[in-house]
């Protein structure tokens, strides 16, 4: 009997040329750097430089990550990657009630201008990439970027790096939105439009599948889900008046690398063909950039084990190879410790170092594309682009992605998904080393990186200290100016900027939005 997928279609044993009886090389795979972008989206790929080793980090307060930040760089990392806290994310200031207890737990606590510029404190940001996975308060977050860069004499021209700004897929998996669909986007347009005009080599949003996968989505699921995803907002941009081949060249995309290796690379083919496709055929897009499917990867959290955790050293290594046997533009390789808890600064190199060895040491950046051409590859390549046009077309058909999700459609199929993966994993169908087979006893003691709960505190004294030193007169006139913005139909990231150079804090000016736009209460949360 043929193995299944993860997206549940039969492995065959052996694959053959008749299993690409209609494959056509010149319509299926081109040649990398040229349309439909199956073999990569530029004509060297690795052979020109290797992909940008983007690790996530973040944690307790801004000093403490810009400590952290410093290490990564010293190590070789050659991008910057940001995780915020859950009131970050949420929109709250540090001292807000609905913050109590997570203060700095998850990624760093950033409630102002003063908090941005200690994060980024002796980084040169014209000289470097920074991401910053920030979603309903991404704009807020990336004009605070804008004007620490500015202090440092840095243009906004002058800037590259990418904001995640993708809000549906909260609305499907992840849960950290704020305002409705849509206002919010509204503000993803506004965001695509103000980048357009000020900040050309800023990614604007990055449409991530990864949270999608880690709640359980198939890799048909999570590209197909994200693809539909990226249609809605391409939308949302055509309707406020801004030509396709303006905004879409800066479309970015985020995606989960399984220990599955060859269906994850056959998923990261697939989606660059239909990508290319849908922006050609469907909307009509002209600049060969608009229909490139630039994408960074983080390999799957959601498969590390707490129990003998070294093992998550070779599973790592087996995800990062998919993601760059894949093609992808950058890479996050989690520490192996992650199950159990934020990875100190030895696990966290130590994952950087994994990236390095495939690098540097490995023949994989000496050629592009080098499973281009085989049956197994390309036979799975066919059939996930196949099923995730159907599940796209059957989006399509409810009214597209915000339609769907309004019916839950998207978070029933993943729950559904999800709930197999756990009964497989019950009944020892899906072997996990070290948790349903081959276990140990005494996996070994670990001293896992503690955030103090201090700086709860530590941040509220800060923003006390904000508030009573900083002009609250003209803190009022722009949050007004922030409500006026928000009310009409002007673009709302300007009025933002102000009141954040004026130091509004991150919950004052989401605040403002929140008195005007509401705040989204999901249908099954009645």
Known sequence: MARMSESGEPIEPVYRPKDLADFDPGRDLGEPGSFP???????????????????????????????????????????????????TQMGYDSDAPAARGEVGKVGVAIDSIEDMRELFRGIPLGQVSTSMTINA?????????????????????????????????????RGTYIFPPGPTLRLVADTFAYCGARLP?????????????????????????TLANAKEYVRTALRSGLPVDRFAPRLSFFFVARTTLLEEVAKFRA???????????????????????????????????????EVNLARVTVQALAAVLGGTQSLHTNAYVEALALPTEKAARLALRTQQVLAYETDLTATADPLAGSYAIESMTALIRERAAALIAAIDEMGGAVAAIERGFQKAEIERSAYQVAQQIESGERVIVGVNRFTADGDGAYEPLRVDPAIEAEQA?????????????????????????????ENVLPPLREALAARATVGEVCDALRDVWGVYRPADAS
Do not use: C
Not at 51 to 69: H, L, P, V
Not at 72 to 80: H, P
Not at 143 to 156: C, H, N
Not at 461 to 485: H, S
């Open 137 to 173: 308060p991404a704009a807020v977050l990336l004009l605070l970027y804008e004007l620490v860069a500015a202090e440092q004499g840095v243009a906004p021209a002058e800037l590259a790096g990418t904001i995640q700004n993708d809000i549906l897929k909260e609305y499907i998996a």
């Open 271 to 309: 989606a660059r063909w239909l990508w290319a496709h849908i922006m050609a055929d469907e909307f009509g897009a002209r600049d060969p950039r608009s229909a490139m499917l630039r994408f960074h990867t983080q390999t799957a959290g959601v498969q590390l084990t707490a129990q003998q955790p």
């Open 201 to 225: 080599r800023w990614n604007t949003i990055s449409i991530s599948g990864y949270h999608m996968a880690e709640a359980g989505a198939t890799p048909v699921q999570e590209i197909a889900f």
């Open 37 to 87: 972008f199956t073999r990569g989206v530029h004509p060297g790929m690795y052979t020109a430089r290797p992909w940008t080793m983007r690790q996530y980090a973040g944690f307790s307060t801004a000093a403490d990550s810009n400590r952290r930040y410093a290490q990564l760089i010293a190590a070789g990392g050659t991008g910057l990657s940001v995780a915020f806290d859950l009131p």
């Open 461 to 489: 004294r800060r923003l006390d200290r904000l508030r009573r030193t900083r002009d609250g007169g003209a803190v009022r006139r722009r949050l007004d100016a922030v409500r006026r913005a928000a009310a009409g139909s």
